[in-house]
């Protein structure tokens, strides 16, 4: 669930007062006067919480999850788990946005000191022998550990975590996130802005809340000028020793592993999953909802649609393995050779 530091809740909400915000309706036994305190993902959800399903690929997860409520289509309802309280939408992710607005109004807090003297809050615990450049604000109750060097300009908002030995570089900003030891960010690196998350309504774009954090583990370096995407709910996680070109955009709820290498201009989209050792190659493009497995390689300016095994080399657009595109480029070549006599 979401954490609090970050997000704190309005509610308690009832399960009428929420239909109405969501412009659901309440499904078959269901009690409207029972109260629930946030939203959660499916699978961290408690009998306190609300979550959706809006995509077939999680309906095994709803089917198990412990969320006191679910938000899900009609042809769904009949997957919920015994004693799940039911919203009813034929629009699940719709009505999940409007649900988490009303516990989480206001997902964008950013604290504005008045003064210069006022650009370290009282609350923030820097360590011994950090190094803040000028012009660097950090928020209430951010701690930053020992042996930092904080270059000018940077932004650390509030309840943010940075371990020890980490490099933050010029102008840099960090929200909503948790950073381990000996981490490096380059100048102008983007951590934890909302992700790319909205549903479409009659109205237009209804945006989501983007209540997930991003954790960062030990080792990590990230380029200039990447930008990794806070989670809509559950966190986006980056691996310990993994190294970020520059120009890379990470998606909300991207999880990958250790020891990943991604090079320039990479954009992975939100939700999807790399494994330990993963090596992607310049201007390539991942695709949302996907895995990809341990020690897999994607060659530069790939469009990745679909899974991709452990160990396996891939190249193209759409991604193929690699054997199999130079196959296809020699038949090809083969064909314009014919043409041309």
Known sequence: MPDARFFPPAG????????????????????????????????????????????????KQFSESRAGCGIVAPEFADRAPSGMQLLI??????????????FHPDTEA??????????????AEIGPGTVL?????????????????????????????????????PSASVRYAMIGNRVALFAGVRIG????????SPRGAVTVPQIGRVIIHDN???????TIDRGAGPDTVIGAGTRIDNLVQ???????????????????????????????GGQAGIAGHLTIGDGAQIA??????????????VCGMPAVPIKKFFRQAAVLSRLAEKKGK
Not at 220 to 226: L, P, R
Request: one cysteine or more.
């Open 12 to 59: 308690p909400f009832s399960l009428k007062q929420l239909a109405e915000a969501a412009g659901a309706d309440v499904g078959a036994g269901g009690d409207p006067e029972r109260s629930f305190a946030n939203v959660a993902p499916l699978n961290v959800a408690g009998p306190d919480d609300v979550a959706f399903l809006d995509n077939k690929a999680y309906a």
């Open 89 to 102: 939408t034929p629009n699940p992710y719709l009505a999940y946005a409007q649900v988490a607005a009303a």
């Open 110 to 123: 950013t604290y504005i000191p008045e003064t210069p003297e006022e650009n370290i809050h009282p609350s």
């Open 133 to 169: 450049g000028s012009g660097t604000v950090i928020g209430p109750g951010a701690r930053i550990g020992a042996r930092c060097r904080i270059a000018p300009n940077v932004y650390i908002g509030g309840s943010v975590t940075i371990g020890d030995d980490c490099r933050i570089g």
């Open 193 to 200: 802005e909302a992700g790319f998350g909205f549903a479409r």
């Open 220 to 226: 990590v370096e990230i380029g200039a000028n990447s």
């Open 250 to 280: 990470i998606g909300h709820n991207v999880e990958i592993g250790q020891g990943c290498i991604l090079v320039s201009l990479v954009g992975i989209a939100g939700s999807t999953k790399l494994g330990n050792g993963v090596v992607v």
């Open 300 to 313: 530069a300016r790939s469009g990745v649609i679909g899974n991709v095994e452990a160990g396996a080399t």
